[in-house]
């Protein structure tokens, strides 16, 4: 079924396809891809020093992977998050972005953003701006340069200021992320909010999540955003207000800076009954909960057909499958993490 022209009160036609909606009645309407398994920093809540990264081979083309968004588009998805590892770090991933932007030109879709460690950024932040994309997030955990090369091991904070200064040059919109780490940036996220909204960026703050052997006790890292929360309001007041982005983050306004801060809280109280989201890795294993090991692949679908309608079929199962939550839990007791897989598998 075809169409050309403009559907009335902005309403949306994606072909044939019926929506995704999952067995507990939430429509899937938010995508999230990683293009890559490979950064250029090693996290300490994320990875380990020496990881083992995936072979060519089993990673999507850039074809691929365009040809697998597309088909979530055509299903109904309208936010598409692009992911790695660091995405900026893939080769030619400019490509990529060039080529789904044609889905908000045809207004099937409505956000193209981009998740990232701003190491890049300020090389391709012109480009994206001009492929549509129009807001990122960039991950920054600290503002003290020692502690921020610490954190990443291999990162320099100096890098990503750059980056995000680029990126607002550009006109994209600068939301940061900080994940919350006991003893490590608890202390300075006060100084984190004055400055990002001194800047014009919102400020989420992130509980670390039990993925991936990390090298360490998480619990010796778990910070409860509740807590965080708690402290917080004895030197600013905290406004709940109902502002969404897509994602999991539920965002107060900062009366005496006035601007937000966001708390993604999968521990101390998860966002599952709203979710809206499923992952695709690098390698076209879809999963619909990041919580879960529960997968689909979807590599298999793609490379067995030219046409899409094995891909479709595929998502479609998938989705039939979504869980209701997560089982997330850090405790001295379960000190091996609840999901084996790192974060910079499933992406960010």
């Keep these: 079924m075809g169409f050309s022209g403009h559907l009335p009160d902005g309403e949306r036609l994606h072909g044939d396809a019926a929506p995704l909606i999952d067995p507990f009645g939430r429509a899937v309407t938010y995508l999230r891809v990683s293009v890559t398994d490979r950064c250029d920093f090693r996290c300490v809540y994320c990875m380990s020093e020496n990881m083992s990264f995936l072979p060519k081979k089993d990673i999507l083309s850039l074809e691929e992977l365009d040809r697998l968004c597309s088909a979530f588009v055509e299903k109904g998805v309208d936010r598409l998050r692009i992911t790695g590892g660091e995405p900026l770090v893939r080769k030619n991933i400019m490509t990529l972005f060039r080529g789904l932007s044609r889905h908000l030109v045809s207004g099937q879709l409505k956000e193209l953003t981009l998740t990232t460690n701003g190491s890049q950024l300020a090389r391709h932040a012109a480009e994206l701006a001009d492929c549509g994309v129009r807001r990122v997030n960039v991950s920054v955990d600290t503002l003290d340069a020692d502690k921020f090369h610490a954190i990443t091991r291999w990162g320099h904070l100096d890098k990503v200021l750059e980056g995000i200064a680029a990126a607002k040059s550009a006109g994209l919109e600068v939301k940061l992320n900080a994940v919350a780490l006991k003893d490590v940036n608890e202390h300075e996220i006060e100084h984190m909010i004055r400055w990002a909204h001194g800047e014009g960026h919102d400020l989420t703050l992130i509980e670390t999540m039990p993925l991936g052997d990390i090298e360490g006790d998480r619990t010796d890292q778990y910070l409860p955003l509740s807590r965080v929360r708690a402290d917080l309001m004895d030197k600013f007041t905290l406004v709940d207000i109902p502002y969404k982005t897509g994602g999991p983050a539920r965002y107060v306004e900062v009366k005496e800076t006035g601007g937000r801060l966001g708390f993604i809280t999968p521990l101390t109280h998860n966002f599952c009954?709203?979710?809206?989201?499923?992952?695709?890795?690098?390698?076209?294993?879809?999963?619909?909960?990041?919580?879960?090991?529960?997968?689909?692949?979807?590599?298999?679908?793609?490379?067995?057909?030219?046409?899409?309608?094995?891909?479709?079929?595929?998502?479609?199962?998938?989705?039939?499958?979504?869980?209701?939550?997560?089982?997330?839990?850090?405790?001295?007791?379960?000190?091996?993490?609840?999901?084996?897989?790192?974060?910079?598998?499933?992406?960010?």
């Design 273 to 348: 009954e709203s979710c809206n989201r499923v992952r695709v890795t690098c390698t076209g294993t879809l999963y619909m909960c990041l919580g879960q090991e529960d997968a689909a692949d979807l590599r298999a679908a793609l490379r067995a057909s030219e046409a899409d309608d094995l891909l479709k079929l595929a998502i479609d199962e998938a989705i039939s499958r979504k869980p209701k939550g997560h089982d997330f839990v850090i405790d001295r007791v379960r000190q091996a993490p609840s999901v084996k897989r790192h974060m910079s598998v499933t992406g960010g």
